[in-house]
């Protein structure tokens, strides 16, 4: 793996950079994107920020989310492929097969699972890959600026569950204590990010609150969105965030698991847990993640995806 202050200088020589984020967009992706894009124009590199989805609402009050692509032209229109907090290729979406064919590549992640798909990578397990581009742009030598902090402060709060979660270190405090010195703006940040909500939303909330299902003793809580319940409650997919953090804190509960339905018969799978590998979980199906949260994608009929889903948390749940 390449050293940050080499990585710097390499990211630093670029002409032109086109920096992507991860399908179905998270504040970490969009914010550890967004803001090393602002950061090496500051170095006089010409970036673009593309996304092959579409970016969720709550993310548009940033100027620089709100100018996230989605038509990419052509490789030969940049010096450099960025892919940032994609653990694979496949998080790339469409993006993926330029991606694999460019000669110039560079992968900035902080996923375990993280398979070091291009020719230069940088993977460092932290509490977002914000964390990871915090430092990097301090190795560019670049003064991180109110916009800078702000997005980097987004990934922090959005990938630690604000800061609730186990990846939680010292040395996230101590960024997100930098970000505040330089202009992020916690508690605006943390509202937006965790407690403003659409109606539709609490709607599809208690709904599916309402009908939590419980396995192996217990010890799994697994909440399910159908594709009729978005139609019937006009909530977003993007809007089912969180909803997982909430079945995970039940008593007794070990392992929480989300499935929801994107297409027919076509899962979206997260998972979270106190003690449990659930990247080990995850893996079973293709996917991955981090230990106490992962997700994969399960395409099956309803209930033999849950089948599927309850025996491999067995083989792995902490007792
Ligand atoms: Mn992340």
Redesign the pocket.
Known sequence: MIELNVLAEKLKNEKSAAIFCHVRP?G??IG?AAALAAALEKCGVLCDVYCDDSIPEKFLFLSRAQKIKRDFPSVHAYSALVAI?SADLNRLGTFSSAFLSFRNTYNI???VSNTFYAKVNYVFDCS???ENVFRLIKALGVKTDSEIANLLAM?IL??TGNFKHKNVTANTLFTAGKLVESGADLNSLSYRMFSAQSKERAALFAFVMGKIRYFLDGKTALITVRLADFEKFGAKQWETEGFIDFITGIEGVEVGVCMMESEKDKFKVSFRSKVTDVNLVAGVFGGGGHTLASGCMINAEYEDAVDRIISAVKRFIVE
């Open positions: 998270d970490d992706s550890s907090d992640d902080h996923h977002s890959n914000c990934g959005t990938d």
